[in-house]
């Protein structure tokens, strides 16, 4: 989720979210926005998809070779996208979904970033204190940035924590221009 998504991939999710909920089927929508993830991946793979070469026909084996149990209704999704020419939304669909599911099902992700990777213990313990201070389950996705020095900046959705090294050096050089003056 490191780059910007577009809103209208939130819209689609949302209403995927609905057709799920009514079916009572979130699982094999998150296998299926996951495939049409696998699929829109890459710009040359829209581009493949998308282009005029390719017939309703092609599209559907193909989406029928990725996703072996696709419903129906699932494909209309798949092929209402290419009609509409935002195969390109796929990943930011799928993204969105995963986040709506989340919420619904009271799961946070967390993502971690130190300036090396922290073994299990660490990270099974932090997430415990994310879960208390959050109230909801919390799973940790950690990344590593030698350059923050120490310390950890943890995003949980749009809440960002930034308690590394380099933040408080940074505060305490404010600090001291601040006081200088």
């Keep these: 989720m490191a780059g910007t998504r577009d809103v209208a991939g939130r ?16 699982d094999s929508w998150a296998e299926a926005l996951e495939a049409l993830e696998s699929l829109t991946a890459r710009p040359e793979f829209v581009a493949a998809l998308q282009a005029d070469g390719m017939t309703d026909d092609k599209f559907q084996a193909i989406v029928r070779r990725v996703l072996p149990g696709v ?12 009609r509409k020419g935002r195969l390109g939304l796929g990943p930011d669909i799928a993204s969105f979904f995963r986040e709506l599911v989340d919420e619904e099902r ?25 879960a208390e201070q959050t109230g909801k ?9 030698p350059s923050i020095l120490g310390g950890l900046i943890v995003r949980i959705g749009d809440r960002l924590v930034d308690g590394s090294t380099r933040a408080r050096l940074r505060a305490l050089r404010t600090q001291l221009e601040r006081a200088a003056l």
């Design 11 to 26: 819209r689609y999710a949302a209403a995927v979210l609905a057709i799920a909920r009514q079916d009572g089927a979130l």
């Design 71 to 82: 419903t129906p209704v699932q494909l209309n999704l798949f092929r209402l996208l290419r």
């Design 106 to 130: 009271g799961i946070a992700r967390a993502v971690v970033t130190s300036a090396v990777e922290p073994d299990d213990d660490r990270r099974s313990a932090l997430a415990r204190r994310l």
């Design 137 to 145: 389950q919390v799973t940790v996705e950690t990344q590593v940035d």
